[in-house]
């Protein structure tokens, strides 16, 4: 019986293999024709591409994020995020920043 089992996979796998490989043209590895004019070799993309990027391209962690998800962005989209993540942080906090006065508008930092 388990041989048997192992005869079918193989077999659904070559038809997959099959099916990948020659219907429709080429495809990439998750059986999506590619982007075109991009190849494989080329590296990320910055995720807020646009005609302001500079630097090199290159995957970051993000420390407001606690999940270890990385994100593909040039040095100048990085150093904006890295900007922003320090603004969350302070706005997220328990001590309240440098900048606040509770005399503007008779406002706490802390919650009821």
């Given at each position: 019986m388990i041989p048997a089992l192992g005869v079918l996979a193989l077999i659904g796998f070559l038809w997959w293999w099959i099916y990948i490989t020659f219907d429709n043209g080429?495809?990439?590895?998750s059986g999506y024709p590619p982007i075109k004019g991009r190849t494989k070799m080329e590296g990320p993309r910055c995720l807020q591409e646009g005609s302001d990027c500079e630097g090199k391209v290159e995957y970051h962690l993000n420390p407001d994020r606690d999940d270890l998800k990385t994100f593909p962005r040039c040095e100048f989209h990085q150093r904006k995020r890295l900007e922003q993540a320090e603004k969350n942080r302070q706005?997220?906090?328990?001590?309240?920043?440098?900048?606040?006065?509770?005399?503007?508008?008779?406002?706490?930092?802390?919650?009821?």
């Amino acid at each position: 019986m388990i041989p048997a089992l192992g005869v079918l996979a193989l077999i659904g796998f070559l038809w997959w293999w099959i099916y990948i490989t020659f219907d429709n043209g080429p495809r990439s590895w998750s059986g999506y024709p590619p982007i075109k004019g991009r190849t494989k070799m080329e590296g990320p993309r910055c995720l807020q591409e646009g005609s302001d990027c500079e630097g090199k391209v290159e995957y970051h962690l993000n420390p407001d994020r606690d999940d270890l998800k990385t994100f593909p962005r040039c040095e100048f989209h990085q150093r904006k995020r890295l900007e922003q993540a320090e603004k969350n942080r302070q706005y997220m906090s328990d001590i309240p920043p440098s900048w606040f006065d509770p005399t503007y508008a008779g406002e706490r930092w802390e919650e009821d």
